[in-house]
């Protein structure tokens, strides 16, 4: 009887936790559905150790939940797929995910609840996400995703003057360069295995990190699909 009483108590526990999970998640999808779409200003930066690509002026267009798109004179954009857009935005709006509460971590300063979010589809590029949410501003501080085609890569978001729509005034992505399938055109230089392999001081390879600072946002406009053709 004790056993079946702990039993009930455990899963009562794991419900308890997952309807938690499920309640702030919805609460921070709230604030990003005030978002439909934007065009933003900013500039970018790219540090790979085996390519050099200069900061550049960039346009950035976005229509939810899931369209994305870096305009950049002349080079390449070197960007883990769906990284920089949160495929979040479109798991989130499918509903087809399980969402476990998985405690709390500090990070630079601020107590943040950690949610693991793991796709229903069997065939979901997205094999994980793992978001550190500052409950009181619904801010998805970090996320932590990994995916079928292009490894784990890492996001920090820091906020600003547009914090209360959910856009972060800077993006940081740092990814596994092994894992990152080139754009096309560079690959044929850099194939996997002939790639020259940058150490970080503890002997692990030196991860990729690519940089968007926002300068201004303009909301709501009503993009349409030629926006991203």
């Known amino acids: 009887m004790r056993l079946i009483i702990l039993l009930l108590s455990l899963i009562s526990c794991g419900a308890a936790f997952a309807q938690d999970a499920d309640a702030l998640l ?4 709230s604030k990003m559905d005030q978002v439909r779409d934007y ?6 930066k790219t540090d790979v150790s085996f390519l050099k690509i200069p900061v550049s002026r960039v346009q950035v267009l976005y229509k939810n939940p899931d369209r994305f798109r870096i305009q950049k004179d002349g080079g390449i954009s070197l960007l883990p797929k769906g990284g920089i857009s ?4 479109a798991l989130m709006a499918t509903g087809q995910f399980v969402a476990v509460s998985s405690g ?9 609840r950690i ?9 979901s590029d997205l094999i ?20 079928r085609g292009n490894g784990t890569y890492e996001m920090d ?12 005034d800077k993006v940081v992505v740092s990814f596994d360069t092994r894992d990152y399938k080139l754009p096309k055109g560079v690959t044929f230089e850099y194939e996997a295995g002939n790639r020259p392999v940058e ?13 968007i600072t926002y300068a201004a946002y303009q909301v709501n406009l009503g993009l349409t699909e030629a926006a991203f053709k």
Request: aromatic share 4%; hydrophobic share 35%; charged share 30%.
């Open 26 to 29: 919805t609460k921070v999808k």
């Open 39 to 44: 065009k933003a200003q900013g500039s970018l």
């Open 86 to 89: 949160v495929n979040l935005n």
């Open 104 to 112: 709390e971590a500090t990070i630079g300063g601020q107590l943040l």
């Open 115 to 123: 949610i693991k979010m793991l796709p229903l589809e069997e065939n």
């Open 128 to 147: 994980l996400s793992t978001l550190y949410i500052d409950e009181k501003s619904l801010l998805i501080r970090r996320a932590v995703t990994t995916t």
């Open 157 to 168: 978001m820091q906020y600003g003057k547009y914090a209360s729509l959910g856009l972060p």
């Open 199 to 211: 150490k970080e001081k503890d002997g692990k390879p030196k991860k990729g990190r690519v940089e």
